[in-house]
DNA sequence: TTTTCATCTATGTAGACAGCATGTC
DNA sequence: CTACATAGATGAAAA
C-alpha cells in the first residue's frame, strides 16, 4: 500500500491500534465518510494525512491532481501543520498551501494538492466561488465536535453540509462527545470510537494533600509548603514531570503562578537559562507592561502563565520553554485546553465553574476532560495524571462525576439568526440558493434538521432572515417564475440615500407550492464577501448616513471618532470592553460632548472602545493605553486586528453607497492604513515603507525625514538614527519597492 | 512596635474566526 | 443581573 510506504519513510513503521483500525474500516475508500472520535495525542493527525496521501498519491506515487482540505479550527493550528505536512511530504511533489485570515501562500491556491485552512476561511473562498473547489475530493475536519459551539459551530456546520453536496469524502476527527452516533449519521459516516491512548491517563481527585484516583490507589502528598497546590506540584517536579493547571479566569491564572516558587527544585544550569528567559520577556516591548512584568518574574521561578492577554511572542516562550522542560509549571486559562500539543505530566483542573453570561456556570465535562487529557508525554512519562483540584468536600461527589460520567450531546447551532443571517445571504449571493425550493432543501440537508427532525421550526426562522435582508436591500425576492442572474443594482433617492423597501414579498418557505425567487444585490454580495454581519452591515450603512448629515459641522478628529464609535457599535466587534463603575461618569460626560444621547451600558462600552482606538492612532503609547483601559498586550493586539478588519469593511460599504467622494471615505481609506500601525497621519507615507511602523516612522519624523524620498537622500541620518543593520533594510526596501536604482552602496 | 492572623468588603469575571495584499518591534 | 473567588483593607491578637 503505497500510503503505507510513504509514512514508512518518515520512519513510522507501526501504527497505533485505533489507527490500524480506522484502516481495517476502510479507509482508503475513497467513498466513505468516517467519525472518529478517540483522545488527542493517540493519533488523529496522522489518520487525516493517511486519508490525505491516499487521494493525492496514486499506487505509484504520482500525483493524481486531486486535493484535500485539512480543516482546524486555529490559525496556530494551521500554521503548525502546515510547517509539518510541507516538511514532511514535498518531496512527494505534493505542494502544500496555507489559506488563513492572515495569510494566503503566494500561488494561486488552485495549484496546492493540500490546503491547509480554516473553516471561516474555508466558507470564505466558497464565497468567492474559487473553481478549485471541485478538485476537492476529501475533506478532514479536526475537532469536528466544534459543530456544537455557540460562536463558530454554525459555520462549521454549513460548510460541512455543502461538502456532502460536493461529494467530498468526509473524515471528521473529533474529541469525546455523548452523541457521535447522532453526528455520524448525518455524516453518512462509520463511527469509530476508541480509548486508547498512547500513555496511560490516571483520573484523580486531589483534596487537602490527598491525591484519590478513580482506579488505582490513593496517593498522600507530602506536605512541604502551605498551599496544597504547590505541594502537589513540587510533588510531580522532584519526580521530574510538568504541571498544567488550569484556571477559570486570567487573573486567577495569574494569581496561581505568583503562589508558587520552585527555585529550590531547579538545577544551576535551569536557573541561568530561565533567566535568560525571563529576560527575553521583557525585552519583547518597548516598554514592559505589568503583565510582562509578573510572566518575567515568575518564569524565574520556574512558573510561567498563558493566557489571551499575551501577545503571540509572549506564548511562544511559554510554550517553548514548556516543551524543553525549563518551565515546570504553566498556569493556564482554556488557551491551552484544546489544539497544541503541550502535553504534561500532570493535567490539574483547579476550577469546575467559569462566569459567562448567565454567572457562575459548570465547566463543560468535554472541555475538563480535554484538560485532563493533556497530561501523558509520550516517552517521557509512565502514566499521565488527570487531576480535579476542590477546596471543598462537598465537591468530591461531582468531581468524581464529571471523571466518571458521560460527557455532553452536542446540537447544531445554526438556529441562531446572527449564524443564519449571514449564510443565507452567502448562499444567496454565491448562486448556490436561487429559490425557495434551494432553500429549503439545503436547510434539510443540516445537521440541525437532522438532529431535530422537524423543519418548521428552522423554516421560519429563516423565513424572518430573508425579511430581514430584504428589508435591507441586501436581497431582493420576488415570487415570479422568472428568473435572473444578473446581480441587482441598488436605488437611490435624490439626496443618494439607499431606499430601503418598505413593503415585505410574502411568501411561505414550508409551503411548496409557494414559489419564491432571491437575487443578491449588489450590496448583499459584496457584505457577504466582506464575511461580516448582514446586521452590523445595516448599523453601518444607518450609522454612515447619521454622520454624512453632520459631517459639514464635523472637524477630522471627531470624523474619525465617530467612524470608531461606529464600528463599535457592530456585533464583530464583541466583546467590547467593560466599563468600570468610576470610568462610568467620565465616559458619559465625554458621550455628551460628541452628542452621543444614548448612554445604554452598551453604547457607553462602544464608546470606550472607540476612545481607545482614537488613543491608539494619536500614537498614545502603547503602555499608557494599556493602563488606561485596563486591558493587556494581547487583547489591544487582538482588538486592533478586528479595527482594521471593520474599517475596511466599512470603507467597502460606504463605497457601495455612494458615500466614495465623502470626506467619510477620505477618512476611512486613511484610517485603514493608521490603524494597523496606530499612528497619525502625518506618518502614512512613512508607514508605507516595509520595516517602519509605529515607532521608526515617529523617530524619522521628527529627525525631518517625513517622506520616501527624503529617506532615500538623506542615508546617514538613517543609520545614525536605526543603525547599520536596519538601516540597510529600510534603504533596501525602498529601492526595491518603488524600482528606483538603490543609489547607495555600503560596504 | 512589629508581625501574623482572622474577618470583612469591594471588585471583577475564557477564547479568538473573518477582508485584502504583503512583511512590525 | 447571575454567584462566587480573590485581593486588599481593617482590626485584633501574638511576638
Redesign the pocket.
Known sequence: MHVLDILKENKITELRPPQKKVIDEGLFDKTKNFLICIPTASGKTLIGEMALLNHILDENKNLTGKKGLFIV??????NEKFDEFKEKYEKYGIKVGL????????ENLSKFHIII?????L???MR?EVEWINDVSLAVIDEIHLIG????GG?LEVILTKLKNLNAQIVGLSATIGNPEELSNWLNAKLIVDEWRPVELKKGIYFENELEFVKSPAKKIKQVSKNNITDLIVDSVEEKGSCLIF??????????A??HNLTKYLTRTEQHELNKLSEEILS???TPTETCKALSECIKKGIAFH???LT??HRKIVEDGFRNRLIKVIC????LSA?LNLPCRRAIV??I????????VD?PRM?IQQCIGRAGRPGLDPYGEGIIYI??EKEIEKAYEILTGSVENIYSKLANQKVLRIHILGLISTGEIKDGQNLVNFMKNTFYAYQFGNIGAVLLNVSEVVKFLEKNKFLETSVLKKTENTVRELSFDSSNNLVLDSKETSFDLANPDSKVEFRSTKLGKRIS????DPMSSEIIIEELYELKKKCAQLDRSKIDQSLFYLISKTN?M??LL?V???EELDLILKMDKMGLKDYS?ENIEAFKNSKMFCDWVSEIPEEIILEKY?VEP??LR?KV??A??M???T??IAKLINLDSSAIYRALMEM?LRI??GAKEELIEL???????????RKLYNAGIRSKIEINNNPEKIFELFGEK?GKKILG?LGM?YGQQTLLNFN
Do not use: M
Open positions: 479550527p486555529l490559525k496556530a493550528l494551521a489559506s488563513i485570515g492572515d495569510f494566503d501562500t503566494k485552512t480554516t473553516s471561516e476561511k466558507d470564505s473562498l468567492h459551539d455557540n460562536d463558530r459555520t484556571c477559570n479566569s486570567k487573573r486567577n491564572a495569574v494569581g496561581e505568583k503562589k519583547i516591548l518597548d493566557h489571551a492577554g503571540y511572542q493556564c486559562t482554556p488557551t489544539g483547579r476550577d465553574k467559569r462566569y459567562s453570561q448567565n454567572g457562575l465547566i472541555e477546596k471543598n464577501e466582506l464575511y461580516i464583530e464583541r466583546p467593560r468600570r463603575a468610576n451600558a485596563g494581547g487583547i487582538y486586528e478586528q482594521k478588519w474599517i475596511y469593511s470603507k467597502e485603514e494597523e500601525y508607514l508605507k515603507v516595509k520595516n517602519i511602523g509605529r515607532s521608526r516612522s536596519i526596501e519597492k
